[in-house]
């Protein structure tokens, strides 16, 4: 501990320096932050948070802003003046109860946590299955765009470009504009069984992200299920598992097909998020392809332990 | 005056027949499952106004339909005050009227020899007749002429979605284009352009025809002034039986008359205005252009108490017999091709809530209001599914749309009651069923080996689902055996939505197909041993 008492001028000079140093590094790392996350194994570690709602009077925005504290909190993915993009699942015209879709509680949460976060503008985007304006009014996700003031994207063919995905079966596609036009993208899902992929959760959430022939796209569903994941960055993956469907996915259509299960998961690792929400449905993600290829192709990792795991329960 | 209002409030009601814009604002709709989307604006108002319509479905079905104390009110005015619906709030003859006024096609003379009381115009009693015989009988046919199911048709059908392919087709390439100004006004101009125009393009069979017709009605005006108006409206017809006790009449001194012919030049009905001849009640249309253009005062409008009675409305009994000899033909010849005795045509899938074959034909009025309402486009004017006696009335077509599980828009539209209002509940549980669906193994790519899907399956949306996958193998065209999920339909669950149908990637002809064999409102069309 140096004796000599600072200065103000040389404390100022010292942070400006020390400041400018970081700013600079960062500046240059940035084109080679995807390559190092991708495959050096990231200086930064990936962190995957589970949310538990145990007290039955639990609050679902108390769990969302809770569980995202828990990763350093919002800002560190949000920054002032972004635009942000979420990307839901509503992409069926039923109510919310029948976990088709995600809960609008969830939605209504996270869209505030931006606005708080300080964005210039949230967006909520999704390529929707049904007619768009009755899953909108349905999933209630129409009066979380009003009540918060987000920007609810009608989706229609002028809003989709062909884009090179450069994945392994897919080349070019019709993607859905305002999920690639943002600066932060956020994947909220909900968690589901299906009938040919085994489950839908977070890299499965893309396919509401594309236009063209998605019929088509089950004909090889896991692997163009990574190829839409690879191209889209999310900043974060947050499952929605507080109602998950157990049966009759993905449609579903019977409360019967549901079960309570209070969860959130969230993480910025896609491989790991749709790994964790795996075992809410008690299936191993080794038997679940793309999850698999997922892992292959250096999304992510399905192995929980190379990531910083925290579990938060209120 | 009240003509621009009129018309003004008809095309609004038209363009708000649709899914009300602001409806995901309200969240009390996906919290409460009993709550159905409606629609705010009372669409079905100038229905309710039309008499011909009121009491062909009377005659017809036995059916009070909802309001039709608008169009009792109308017949009662009629009474009294003459045919002022067509000068005042028929939104055709407005339309005919501007068709025929501006910047006239015949001059002078032409004009006058034109608006010279015509045989022709016997005509307009001759199908008045005949389509209130043929209601009598069980067929209502009134629609393809009514005035008010005329316009809508032709607006909601081709001139809008016409229009609106148009402008989207100019935004969509704006949209694609580099220069991010041209984009923003692309996405602005939807914004705008959609709730008017239709979200997408919009489609219906044999829309190009109802264009056409519509276009060459309005054209027949530069021959003769207010030519649908004078020749062809049943509606005017009616209307004009019932001028006759009119209190509002013309009054004529043949004394000051100078034979000048300016009201004749300017008569819209054709009501032989000119001092000297018999005023013509029943085909007067009280525009008041003969009044306003009287240079010596010779003709007035008074209303005078009691009501003089004016000369027969004039019929011709050529027109008559005609009428009552067609319209009592038109139901058996509607009849003859066999589809309401024996089974219907597979093909023909109507909307949810229909009233079983028999009593749909005898009440629907072919408007295009279901059709224009549905938001996935699926229904359509049948062409020769439902045969020459439901031509024009509403089809599903799953290709072009489904029939959304929860929606029952059709039947709150419904201005007859041909499709009966339902609530989603009663939809979803009692089931309503629609119709079938069948898989063609030959076409399905899991059966016929040519790769995996289950899209069917998945947007199946009963629970529990009415298309089962069961892991078998086929065999693919290589030889090589296949591990696939392989769809089976279960009937006794399926509605006939046609989701399935809509989504299968088989494009043109889906491997699986909705028929209407199957449907709740027939007795005789099912499949099942029990229902």
């Known amino acids: 501990m140096n004796c000599h008492p600072i200065t103000r001028r040389e404390s100022i000079k010292k942070l400006f320096k020390i400041t400018g140093g970081l700013a600079l590094t960062g500046v240059m790392t940035c084109p080679f932050q995807k390559t190092i996350s991708a495959w050096a194994g990231s200086t930064n570690k990936k962190f995957i948070i589970e949310g538990i709602g145990q007290n039955p009077e639990y609050s679902v925005k108390a769990l969302v802003e809770k569980v995202f504290e828990a990763a350093g909190g919002i800002g560190k993915f949000v920054s002032k003046q972004d635009v942000v993009v979420i990307k839901p699942n509503i992409s069926w015209a039923r109510h919310p109860d029948l976990a088709a879709t995600t809960n609008p509680e969830v939605l209504k949460a996270v869209v505030e946590l931006c606005q708080e976060a300080g964005a210039k503008k949230v967006r909520i985007a999704d390529h929707t299955i049904h007619d768009a304006r009755r899953c909108f009014a349905i999933t209630g996700a129409g009066m979380v765009a009003k009540n918060t003031g987000a920007d609810l994207v009608y989706p229609r063919p002028s809003l989709m470009r062909n884009m090179k995905l450069q994945g392994h079966r897919l080349d070019v596609w019709p993607v859905f504009l305002p999920l690639v036009e943002a600066d932060k993208i956020i994947n909220l899902p909900v968690a589901k069984v299906h009938s040919l992929s085994g489950l839908t959760l977070g890299m499965k959430n893309w396919i509401g992200a594309v236009g063209g022939r998605r019929s088509a796209l089950h004909q090889d569903i896991h692997l163009t299920i990574v190829d839409l994941a690879q191209f889209f960055n999310p900043t974060v ?50 038997d679940i392809g793309f999850m698999q290829l997922g892992e292959k192709w250096g999304l992510g990792t399905t192995e929980f332990q190379k990531l910083r795991q925290t579990k938060v329960i209120i | 005056m009240s003509q621009a209002f009129f018309f003004i409030l008809f095309v609004f009601l038209l363009v708000e027949s649709r899914l009300p814009q602001d409806i995901y604002l309200d969240y009390s709709v996906a919290l409460n499952a009993e709550q159905d989307i409606e629609l705010d ?6 229905f309710q106004l039309d008499p011909l319509i009121w009491i062909t479905s009377l005659i017809s079905g036995h059916q009070w339909i909802t ?59 001759f199908l008045l007749i005949l389509f209130l015989m043929a209601a009598l009988l069980g067929l209502n046919l009134t629609g393809l002429l009514d005035p008010i199911a005329f316009l809508f048709r032709s607006l909601a059908l081709a001139v809008f979605p016409g229009i609106g392919t148009g402008i989207k087709e100019l935004l969509d390439l704006t949209a694609q284009s580099d220069i991010k100004i041209l984009n923003y006004i692309s996405y602005g101009g939807e914004v705008l352009v959609s709730p008017v125009f239709g979200y997408g393009y919009k489609a219906f069979t044999s829309a190009w025809f109802i264009g056409i017709l519509f276009l060459f009605i309005l054209f027949l005006n530069r021959i003769r002034p ?149 938001p996935t486009n699926a229904i359509n004017p049948a062409l020769t599914e439902a045969g020459m006696a439901g031509f024009w009335t509403p089809n599903l077509i799953m290709i072009q749309g489904y029939c959304e599980y929860t929606c029952t ?81 279960d009937l006794k669950s399926c509605v006939g939505c046609g989701i399935c149908e809509y989504k299968c990637p088989v494009k043109g002809k889906p491997a699986i197909r909705v028929i209407a064999a199957g449907e709740s409102r027939s007795v005789a069309n099912q499949i099942l041993l029990e229902l």
């Open chain 1, 237 to 286: 993956t947050l499952i929605d598992a507080t109602r998950i469907m157990v049966a009759n996915g993905p449609s579903g259509g019977s409360r019967s097909d549901v079960a309570v299960s209070n969860r959130l998961i969230l993480s910025d690792d896609p491989v790991a998020a749709d790994a964790k929400a795996a075992g809410l449905f008690n299936l191993r993600p080794q």
């Open chain 2, 409 to 489: 828009l059709c039947g709150g539209v419904c201005p007859t009651g041909a499709i009966r209002k339902l609530s989603g509940r009663e939809k979803i549980e009692t089931p309503i069923r629609i119709g079938s669906a069948y898989i063609d193994r030959g076409q399905c790519l899991p059966w016929s080996g040519n790769g995996p899907c289950i899209v069917c399956e998945e947007h199946c949306p009963t629970s529990p689902k009415a298309i089962h996958l069961i892991q078998g193998t086929s065999l693919s065209p290589a030889g090589k055996k296949v591990n696939v999920k392989l769809p089976y339909v």
């Open chain 2, 226 to 374: 207010r030519f649908w108006c004078r020749t062809l409206c049943p509606l005017g017809a009616l209307l004009g039986l019932f001028s006759r006790f009119s209190i509002l009449r013309l009054e004529k001194e043949p004394e000051k008359c100078t034979n000048c012919n300016l009201c004749l030049q300017s008569c819209q009905g054709a009501a032989s205005p000119v001092p000297g001849q018999e005023w013509d009640a029943s085909e007067c249309m009280f525009c008041f252009n003969c009044f306003n253009r009287c240079p010596e005062n010779a003709i007035v409008f008074k209303l005078g108490w009691p009501p003089d009675v004016s000369k027969k409305p004039d019929m011709g009994r050529r027109a008559v017999l005609g009428g009552l000899l067609a319209g009592v033909s038109f139901p058996f010849l509607g009849r003859l091709d066999g589809r309401l005795h024996h089974v219907s045509d597979a093909r023909l899938i109507r909307p949810p809530g229909s009233l079983p074959e028999e009593d749909f034909l005898k009440l629907c009025q072919r408007c295009g209001l279901c059709m224009k309402v549905c």
């Open chain 2, 41 to 46: 604006y009372p669409v079905k108002y100038f």
């Open chain 2, 67 to 125: 309001g039709f104390g608008w169009a009792l009110g109308i017949i009662i005015l009629t009474f009294f005050f003459g045919r002022i619906f067509c000068g005042f709030i028929c939104p055709l003859g407005t339309l005919h009227h501007m068709a025929s006024y501006i910047r006239p096609a015949l001059k002078k003379q032409r004009m006058i020899s034109a608006n010279q009381k015509h045989a022709s115009q016997r005509f307009k009693y």
